[in-house]
């Protein structure tokens, strides 16, 4: 679990949907309260287990071997955009075929997959959490994979204007410098915030 900020996305049984949940006591026995409500329930969180999978990488006539991350219990399917790493290189790609034992799947769990076959796409989902005062709103957007976005600098994603506080890279490390840019196949998440 990525704990930026203490916040984690769960479904709150108040508000009936998906929401940010601030982490007010640490797992496994965690204590969480909704950002949209306030609604506060305890939970047992139990780190989730990341999957680093084979992924054939198809660009034209040409294929290279990379990978993909998931969690466990993330649903991959055909049509899915991702980020795979090919070396030090970050591309956006569509998921074209799923591998399982030798068969050819539509759909499955990360942990069941064997080998992901995608192509290279220009376009990558983008995924932004906004702060307004003590709110979060958690953000998604398909842009181009050479999209620009700027510490500091006023953006636009999911159709909510905001500024940009700090970009999360996919390599882990985050830059908060003003005027600090990244591409948005190389970011895993975009904090902001709407004054």
């Given at each position: 679990m990525d704990n ?25 026995e ?19 287990k ?14 290279h ?6 969690m466990e219990?993330?649903?991959?399917a ?15 790609v ?9 068969a050819?799947?539509t759909?499955l769990?990360a942990?069941k997959?064997?080998v992901?076959w995608t192509?290279?796409?220009d376009k990558v ?13 958690p ?13 500091d600098?006023?953006?636009t ?9 700090r ?8 830059i ?16 902001g915030e709407?004054?």
């Amino acid at each position: 679990m990525d704990n930026d900020n203490d916040l984690i996305i769960l479904d709150c049984p108040v508000c009936g949907e998906e929401t940010d949940f601030e982490i007010l006591k640490e797992p496994p026995e965690a204590v969480v309260r909704c950002t949209e409500c306030g609604h506060t329930m305890r939970i047992t969180l139990k780190e989730p287990k990341i999957y680093t999978i084979k992924t054939i990488v198809s660009y034209a006539t040409e294929s290279h071997t990379g990978t993909i991350e998931l969690m466990e219990g993330d649903i991959c399917a055909v049509g899915d955009l991702l980020v795979a790493e090919v070396g030090d290189e970050s591309y956006g790609v569509e998921v074209m075929s799923i591998e399982q034992n030798d068969a050819r799947r539509t759909k499955l769990p990360a942990e069941k997959i064997d080998v992901l076959w995608t192509r290279l796409v220009d376009k990558v989902i983008i995924r932004a959490s906004l702060n307004k005062g003590a709110l979060t709103i958690p953000l998604y957007e398909q842009v181009p994979g050479d999209k620009v976005y700027t510490v500091d600098h006023i953006t636009t994603i999911g159709g909510k204007q905001f500024r940009v506080t700090r970009i999360k890279l996919r390599k882990g490390n985050v830059i908060e410098r003003k005027d600090k840019s990244a591409q948005a196949r190389e970011i895993k998440r975009i904090y902001g915030e709407r004054s």
